[in-house]
């Protein structure tokens, strides 16, 4: 059978193979070339395939994007690039269109056994190495494609004091783009750091498409933690995937944190290779409109005595829809692996909808692995409570969903991440008309 | 201060209560009593805005407002508490938040300046100590894990933090064992004042020993059927509803007979 790419694929394609100055002739001409023919041979997935059931690939067939130009820094950009950031003391790498830009980074005064630096065609010797040959064809995409990549290492023993900051800005201003965003980080062993990727547009009109593509390598006895904070206009296509790998006693915190875009997909795969690993997956979607918001999870345990803890949660609005696809697959060696996964999500409309699915495969004998999935409604017992002792019923709703949205964000180790992740939170919520003035029950 | 005329109310069609007239001056207690299905807690329920209750007739009046056309929020910021019955778990949503935000609404709405939260702290320190309670309870999410005694102290410390003008107590008796009983009791007579007046709903006399009445009421089938002192509790007690039934001449439901 004949799998069907978009023209707009197949054009940059033969440009990129027609061009000896382009990415294909560069000392990753030959990744990238093989990469090309693997787009070509898979094709786009179509929704006939169990993993994009849910997902509207045709919406996203039918869109034309072309190769993002470099943008220009000027007031808008930077305006994004503040309310965007966390916080603007801490070490960042700012990519605007995929290119990487000094001007608006703060890499100076690195801490210690920290480098945070950008790649192109002379990138880290194990990039692309957790990324299976079977990965979707985004992943080969962006592969094929990508133009400028960050790459974050963390030295051995070294604990990084202050939270690593990567910015993906896509300008939705001049065009329908296209950016293919590629991270690799590694932790050397016994290191500790925290890193927050923040995706977002600059404010425009055209609907763009971000292609993301993030490798974690955690070595023994590190600690990590990871944020991936999404936070897109509602014309926005993103179809993301992330690979992480650990080594023994090894401790990875990975939030998924989608705040934004119209049609998001995110699959994490998490390998937990060796003994005595910990991971934690954990996700908080809130949408509205027509939005629609995938999470494929999959918890890959390999090592005995490891844990892995999962809890996505959601809350919908309007025409909301979301997939929660959790996998936890245990191998045979992977005794005593100690495993949980949860999806929890909150209705705030009768046409908002979820598709959560857990699935569990299992060929170790002595494991405990447990799942559950809830969709519910605002508990309005709880409402007419906080009502009856004085509280309005907008703040009542408020409250109540907030502290449903802050099971996830207790989570977060750091306050001042915490804080910050909680202000866009609620923000988001606000903008919801179930939530917002106006709203009723 | 409260006065309810020929109420009538229903949920899901079934009428629960059939013409209620009740009238409470400040500063007294009245009691409530009556057997099961008696309609206690509806009008408990209904005095709080509860949305599941129709009112089909009748009215009722606090100080004055027509407090069947109000909010839930709006009553309790005008004065109106009701200590439930079984008091609602909401994990998540911490205590202290949950009590300074609804004192600063209530405050907002009598004009009054919002209380930082060093200041609620102090307020909450001083209530705490009426009804008993450690401080690790400030730090845990409303009545989650509570047990029983723990959720109707927490009702009474909300009550006394938020100072209303009535208070209604919806059989916050039930499920205390004695000294608990005694700890609640003493905590509502310490907010017993000339301009505060309660409706203590129970079907049992014994709340009634720590908390005395000014009046007692029978309620029965939707109607209060008989009014009297403080001693008609302890008749009730002594002879049961059975004797009330009679002396009232209703007829007991064919189906008992």
């Known amino acids: 059978m004949n799998h069907m790419i978009p023209n707009w694929v197949e054009e940059r394609f033969l440009a990129l193979q027609n061009d000896s100055s382009s990415l294909a002739s560069g000392p990753r001409g030959a990744e990238r070339k093989q990469a090309i023919e693997t787009v070509r041979r898979q094709g786009f997935p179509d929704r006939r395939q169990e993993a994009w059931r849910f997902f509207d690939l045709q919406e996203l067939q039918r869109q034309t994007f072309t190769a993002a130009p470099a943008v220009t820094v000027d007031d808008a950009v930077r305006r994004t690039v503040q309310r965007e950031t966390l916080d603007d003391r801490w070490p960042t790498a700012v990519l605007l269109n995929g290119r990487f830009s000094p001007e608006l980074s703060r890499l100076q005064h690195m801490p210690a056994g920290l480098m945070l630096d950008r790649f192109s065609e002379n990138p880290p010797a194990t990039l692309g190495k957790l990324v299976p040959h079977s990965a979707s064809t985004f992943a080969a995409l962006n592969s094929a494609l990508y133009r400028e990549g960050v790459a974050v290492t963390v030295k051995a023993g070294e604990a990084i004091e202050e939270p690593i900051q990567i910015l993906h800005l896509i300008d939705t201003r001049f065009g329908q783009v296209v950016i293919h965003p590629r991270v690799w980080m590694n932790f050397e062993h016994h290191s ?45 296509f993103h179809v993301s995937a992330q690979y992480s790998h650990q080594a023994a006693n090894s401790h990875l915190t990975s939030l998924s944190l989608v705040l934004g875009g119209g049609w998001v997909r995110n699959d994490v795969h998490a390998l937990s290779e060796q003994e005595g690993a910990t991971t934690v997956l954990d996700g908080l979607y809130i949408a509205g409109g027509r939005q629609s918001i995938d999470h494929h999870t999959f918890m890959d345990h390999a090592g005995a005595n490891s844990n892995s803890r999962q809890l996505y949660k959601g809350i919908l609005d309007e025409r909301a829809h979301a997939v929660f696809n959790g996998k936890i697959f245990v191998r045979r060696p992977a005794q005593k692996t100690d495993a949980v996964q949860n999806n929890k999500n909150l209705l705030l409309s009768d046409d908002a909808s979820v598709d959560s699915q857990p699935m569990l495969e299992i060929f170790a004998d002595d494991v405990r692995c447990t799942h ?5 409604r605002l508990d309005l017992a709880g409402i007419h409570y906080l009502r009856s002792r004085g509280i309005g019923l907008e703040t009542a709703k ?22 910050s992740l909680d202000e866009r939170v ?13 709203g009723s029950l | 201060m409260l006065e309810i005329k020929n109420l009538h109310a229903s949920i899901g069609g079934n009428e629960i209560l059939r013409g209620i007239d009740l009238e409470v001056r400040p500063g007294e207690v009245h009691a409530i009593m009556g057997p099961n299905g008696s309609g206690k807690s509806t009008l408990a329920h209904i005095l709080a805005g509860r949305p599941e209750y ?20 709006e009553r309790a910021r005008e004065g109106v508490f009701l200590a439930f019955q079984y008091p609602v778990e909401i994990p998540g949503v911490n205590t202290t938040y949950f009590l300074r935000t609804a004192l ?20 909450m320190r001083e209530k705490m100590r009426m009804v008993d309670m450690d401080e690790s309870f400030l730090k845990r999410s409303i009545n989650e894990g509570f047990s029983g005694g723990e959720k109707k102290r927490n009702e009474i410390l909300q009550m006394a933090v938020l100072e209303p003008g009535l208070m209604v107590l919806d059989e916050t008796d039930s499920g205390l064992d004695i000294d ?24 049992y006399q014994r709340l009634l020993n720590y908390i005395v009445p000014d009046v007692v009421h029978v309620l029965y089938q939707g109607r209060i059927v008989q009014s009297g002192g403080k001693e008609l509790a302890l008749e ?22």
């Open chain 2, 180 to 203: 608990a009983l005694k700890i609640v009791a003493d905590g509502v007579n310490k907010l017993r004042a000339p301009d505060r007046s309660f409706v203590v709903i129970t079907h």
């Open chain 1, 372 to 376: 559950g999935g809830t969709v519910g």
């Open chain 2, 54 to 73: 129709e009112v089909t007739q009748g009215s009722v009046l606090y100080k004055g407002l027509d407090l069947l056309e109000m909010a839930p929020e």
């Open chain 1, 398 to 419: 408020k409250l109540m969903i907030h502290s449903f949205a802050g099971d996830v964000l207790r989570r977060v180790r750091r306050q001042d991440i915490r804080d």
């Open chain 1, 192 to 236: 500790q750091a925290s890193v927050v990727e923040i995706v977002a547009s600059i404010e425009g009109e055209y609907s763009t498409f971000t292609n993301p593509l993030s490798e974690i390598f955690v070595d023994r006895e590190a600690v990590v933690d990871h944020i991936r904070l999404l936070r897109h206009d509602d014309r926005a």
């Open chain 2, 104 to 123: 600063n609404q209530v405050r907002e709405h009598r004009g009054e300046a919002p209380v930082s939260a060093g200041e609620f702290l102090k307020i």
């Open chain 2, 236 to 257: 009730l007690e002594e002879r049961g509803y059975e004797e009330i039934r009679e002396r009232v001449g209703i007829n007991r439901p064919a189906m008992q007979v």
């Open chain 1, 426 to 438: 609620m923000q988001k919520l606000e903008s919801l008309p179930s939530i917002g003035r106006g």
